[in-house]
C-alpha cells in the first residue's frame, strides 16, 4: 500500500547534503538511511557539525538534498515544485527552533495564526484556531503578548502553538530546550510528551541533553554526516532491512 495513511513518516535513501562555500564543498550529511514511522518519538544526538541540523531541514522539507532520495508520508518530496513542497511543508509538519524564530513585533495569537495564512482559512477560523493552541500550551492568558513581553519559555511555547496550530502528523525540534533553563526546559518537555502520548503527534527532535534525549522511545547518534548508531523501533524499522536494530528497553 502507498495510500499515506500506511506510509512512513519519513523514508530517506542515501540521503545527502553539500554546502559549496566560497569554493570550498562541505559534505554535511553523507548518505543517511533512515525510516521513521508515524507517532514515533525520536531524539536524534552527536557532536556540533555532525550534520543534526541538516537532517532537519531537510526532513522539514525546508531544503532540499544533493543526492539520495527522501518520502514524507510517502510522497517522494523530490517530485514537487517549490510551492507544492512549501504547502506539504505546512500541512504535515511543525518546526520548533532553537532560537523560537517568531516575529517580534506581532502578538502570540498573530505569530501562531500566521501558517494558517497561507492556508488561505478565514481570519476569524485562524484566530479561533491560534487561541486554541496557546491555551494547550498553557498561554491563554498571554494572546496579546509580544515576544518581547514573554519569558523564554512562554517564547518557546508560542513557537510549539505555531508548530501545532496547522495539526500537523509531525513536530521536528531543532535543540527545543537549547536557550532554556532547567525548569522551562522541563515545562517544553512535558508539552511534547504530552503531544506524542495524547495525541499521537510524531516528535522528532535534536539535543546535546541526556535528559531531553531519555525522553524520546528512539535514539539515533548521528557522527561525520552519517548515522554510526540506530537504537531502531519496535518493530525493528532503521531504514536498512538488515535488522541490526537494537532491543527497545521495555517499559
Ligand atoms: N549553510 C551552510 N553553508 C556551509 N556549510 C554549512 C552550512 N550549514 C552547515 N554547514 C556545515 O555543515 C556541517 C553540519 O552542520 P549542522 O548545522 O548540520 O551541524 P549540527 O550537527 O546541527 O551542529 P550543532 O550541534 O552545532 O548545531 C558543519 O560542518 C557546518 O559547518
Ligand atoms: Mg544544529
Known sequence: MTSSATSSAFEAVGLARSYRLEGVSVDALRGVDLRIEPGEFVAIVGPSGSGKSTLMHLLGCLDRPTSGSLRVNGVDVST???????ELRNQAIGFVFQSFHLLA?????????????YRGMPRAERRRRA???????????????????????????????????????VVLADEPTG?????????????????????????????????????????????????????????????RDEGRTGPVEAG
Open 80 to 86: 514537487l515544485s517549490d510551492t507544492r513542497l512549501a
Open 105 to 117: 513585533r506581532t502578538s502570540a495569537l498573530d505569530n501562531v495564526a500566521l501558517p494558517l495564512v
Open 131 to 169: 487561541h486554541q493552541a496557546l491555551e494547550s500550551v498553557g498561554l491563554g492568558n498571554r494572546l496579546g503578548h509580544r515576544p518581547s513581553q514573554m519569558s523564554g519559555g512562554e517564547q518557546q511555547r508560542v513557537a510549539i502553538a505555531r508548530a501545532l496550530v496547522g495539526d500537523p502528523r
Open 179 to 239: 536557550n532554556l533553563d532547567t525548569r522551562n526546559g522541563a515545562e517544553v518537555m512535558a508539552i511534547l510528551d504530552r503531544l506524542n502520548a495524547e495525541r499521537g503527534v510524531g516528535i522528532v527532535l535534536v539535543t546535546h541533553d541526556s535528559e531531553v534525549a531519555a525522553h524520546a522511545r528512539r535514539q539515533i547518534h548521528v557522527r561525520d554526516g552519517l548515522i554510526e548508531y540506530d537504537s531502531g523501533t519496535a518493530d525493528g524499522a532503521t531504514g
